[in-house]
């Protein structure tokens, strides 16, 4: 069985500061990680996964993540976040014998203060 | 591209009662899945799609959930007997392929309240 587990359930950061959103995953079989965001009164989108070859994922909107395979990690980061970034952020896994089900960790509100 | 799209989008209804969601999925994509969320929880896997074929049922799914997709389009998700902890976001979400790696794209949800 995979679990995720996401270290904040609320992360309140000013304007223009950096920004780490932890996750650490379990599972006994290779995985696939994703972050997906939900933006106030959206569904959810995804921002970033990650497959294979390189650790560093990146999103287009400046956010990347970084797989750790030996801590089990997958935390998310931005060096410098906007207003516009106020959400709340979904880490998730799938793999093993169930491909493309999605196992979620609880979410990260992050709350960007001006 | 007009998106995943559910309906109803919230849904109130006395303890007891019969509900019904339906999920409308990217036209071409073959998977469908569908998700609960509770308030201050991750989504939970319901059960999903290949086609018309259901391939898996999470043990959250008790016997007065039933999920169809009759032609592999559309789906619904009926809830008998609803009861008040049935109350949530159900998400459905819906993907191209089935090795794990591809993007699943969600729906607004539709929000039941059971009184």
């Known amino acids: 069985a995979q679990s995720v587990t996401q270290l904040d359930s609320q992360v309140p950061v000013f304007e223009e500061a950096p920004v780490e959103l932890r996750c650490n995953y379990s599972?006994?079989?290779?995985?696939?990680l994703f972050w997906y965001v939900q933006y106030p009164n959206q569904g959810l989108q995804l921002l970033l996964k990650?497959?294979?070859?390189?650790?560093l994922v990146e999103s287009i909107n400046g956010f990347e993540a970084e797989f750790n395979k030996s801590q089990t990690s997958f935390h998310l980061r931005k060096p410098s976040v906007h207003i516009s970034d106020t959400a709340e952020y979904f880490c998730?896994?799938?793999?093993?014998?169930?491909?493309?089900?999605?196992?979620f960790g609880q979410g990260t509100i992050l709350t960007v203060h001006p | 591209d007009t998106g995943v799209s559910q309906n109803p989008r919230h849904k109130i209804t006395k303890r007891g009662q019969n509900v019904t969601f339906r999920c409308d999925p990217i036209?071409?994509?073959?998977?469908l899945y569908w998700y609960r969320q509770t308030l201050g929880q991750g989504p939970e896997f319901l059960t999903y799609?290949?086609?018309?074929?259901?391939?898996?049922k999470s043990r959250l799914l008790s016997d007065r959930f039933s999920a169809e997709r009759p032609k592999g389009s559309f789906s619904t998700l009926e809830i008998q007997r609803t009861e008040q902890g049935d109350s949530a976001m159900y998400l459905c979400?819906?993907?191209?392929?089935?090795?794990?790696?591809?993007?699943?794209?969600f729906g607004p949800g539709t929000r039941l309240l059971v009184l």
């Open positions: 979400a819906s993907s191209l392929g089935g090795q794990g790696t591809e993007t699943q794209y």
């Open positions: 599972s006994s079989v290779s995985v696939y």
């Open positions: 990650y497959l294979s070859g390189s650790t």
């Open positions: 998730a896994v799938s793999g093993g014998t169930s491909y493309g089900k999605l196992t």
């Open positions: 036209s071409e994509h073959n998977r």
């Open positions: 799609f290949q086609n018309e074929a259901q391939l898996e």
